[in-house]
């Protein structure tokens, strides 16, 4: 079974670090780019950031620049975003997704496969 598998998320303070994991399974991923994107209640989902299959190439949206890395270990199918200095309007629902087209893609729709989220809450 392919899938994705999100975890790191938690309840932290204001300007507390966490780090978010992807695990993949079931296929190799090192040919796919990756992303983050994030869901607030009542909201979008919006992109974070994508890193392409060698890892070599990353983007990110403004909001997060400086304060997030998304990386990866291709010899351990998994995919992560470590996340510094965090703020209230971070919270929301994190997930991980996959895709064969080429890098940068910032569309949820541009997408093929979904983790099933990890839940990050930054109180003030």
């Known amino acids: 079974q392919v899938q994705l598998v999100e975890s790191g998320g938690g309840l932290v303070q204001a300007g507390a670090s966490l780090r978010l994991s992807c695990a993949a399974s079931?296929?190799?991923?090192?040919?796919?780019?990756m992303g983050w994107f994030r869901q607030a209640p009542g909201k979008e989902r919006e992109f974070v950031a994508t890193?392409?299959?060698?890892?070599?190439?990353?983007y990110y949206t403004d909001s997060v620049k400086g304060r997030f890395t998304i990386s990866r270990d291709n010899a351990k199918n998994t995919v992560y975003l470590q996340m510094t200095s965090l703020k209230p309007e971070d919270t929301a629902v994190y997930y991980c997704a996959a895709t064969r087209s080429l890098f940068r893609k910032i569309y949820p729709q541009e997408y093929d496969l979904w983790g099933q989220g990890t839940q990050v809450t930054v109180s003030s």
């Open positions: 079931g296929r190799t991923f090192s040919s796919d780019a």
């Open positions: 890193i392409s299959g060698s890892g070599s190439l990353t």
